[in-house]
C-alpha cells in the first residue's frame, strides 16, 4: 500500500514569504500529482511529476521529485493571498488509484 | 476543453428517497471516476469505469449503484443512504491508461436528512 504524507498540514504566512509544503511517500510511486482545491471547490492539477530530480514551475509554484528520497516538496515563492487553498500531493502505484495525503491547507495573510 | 460537468451542484434527499448525480466530460476520455470526499478530508475513490465497465469498485455499499451509459457520461445512483453519506461527491475522467492525469468536475455536495 502506498502512503503520503504531507506536512505541514496547516500554513499560515504573509504575502512575499518563502515557503515549502513537504510530501513525503512510502512506497515506489510510479508519479506523483499536485493537486489544488480552492474551499468548495473542485481539485485542480497543478503538477505531474514523471521522474526523479523532475522540476516543474507555474508563476509562484514550483515541484520537485526525488524518488531515492521519495519526496516531492512544492515551494511558494513570494506568496500572496490568491494561493490561499488546500494543496493535495497524491502518489500511485499504477493503478487507477490515487492515493492522497491529508492536504496541507495554505492561508496568505497580508 | 478540459471540462468534466457535473448535476446538481447541491442535493438534498432523505434516507428515503431515490436520486441520480450526472457527469459528463467531452474530452474523449475513456476512464472515469466517483470519489467522494469528506470535509477536511481528501477524495476517496469510490468507482472506476473503464471504456465503459467497471474496472474497480472500493467495497463501497450497494446504496450507491454506478452506471456508466456511454463514454461520454456517468451516473451514481442512490438510495437508502445514510446522514454520515454527506459529502462532496466528485467525478473525474482521464485519457486511458492509469498512467494519465485525472480531471476532476466540480462535485456535487449532498446532504443527506
Known amino acids: 500500500e502506498l502512503k503520503v504524507e504531507q506536512n505541514p498540514l496547516f500554513l499560515s504566512m504573509q504575502e512575499g514569504k518563502n515557503y515549502t509544503i513537504y510530501c513525503n511517500y512510502s512506497t515506489t510511486s510510479d508519479r506523483l500529482y499536485w493537486y489544488r482545491q480552492d474551499p468548495g471547490k473542485s481539485l485542480e492539477s497543478l503538477f505531474v511529476?514523471?521522474?526523479?530530480?523532475a522540476v516543474k514551475q507555474e508563476g509562484r509554484l514550483m515541484a520537485s521529485l526525488d524518488t531515492k528520497a521519495r519526496l516531492s516538496t512544492l515551494h511558494i515563492t513570494a506568496a500572496v493571498h490568491d494561493l490561499s487553498a488546500t494543496y493535495f500531493c497524491?502518489?500511485?502505484?499504477?493503478?487507477?488509484?490515487?492515493?492522497f495525503g491529508k492536504g496541507t491547507s495554505l492561508l496568505v495573510t497580508p | 476543453d478540459t471540462e468534466v460537468t457535473q448535476t446538481p451542484k447541491h442535493l438534498v434527499m432523505g434516507m428515503t428517497n431515490k436520486k441520480s448525480l450526472k457527469c459528463e466530460q467531452h474530452?474523449?476520455?475513456?476512464?472515469m471516476y466517483w470519489y467522494k470526499q469528506k470535509a477536511k478530508k481528501p477524495p476517496e475513490l469510490m468507482f472506476v469505469?473503464?471504456?465503459?465497465?467497471?474496472?474497480i469498485n472500493e467495497s463501497v455499499p450497494s446504496r450507491f449503484s454506478p452506471e456508466c451509459p456511454n463514454s461520454s457520461l456517468l451516473n451514481l445512483h442512490l438510495h437508502a443512504l445514510q446522514p454520515e453519506d454527506s459529502a462532496l461527491y466528485l467525478c473525474?475522467?482521464?485519457?486511458?491508461?492509469?498512467?494519465?492525469?485525472?480531471?476532476f468536475g466540480p462535485g456535487t455536495r449532498l446532504l443527506v436528512l
Open positions: 474530452m474523449g476520455h475513456r476512464a
Open positions: 469505469y473503464s471504456y465503459e465497465k467497471l474496472s
Open positions: 511529476l514523471l521522474s526523479n530530480g
Open positions: 497524491a502518489g500511485t502505484l499504477g493503478g487507477y488509484a490515487l492515493n
Open positions: 473525474a475522467s482521464s485519457q486511458e491508461g492509469s498512467r494519465e492525469t485525472q480531471y
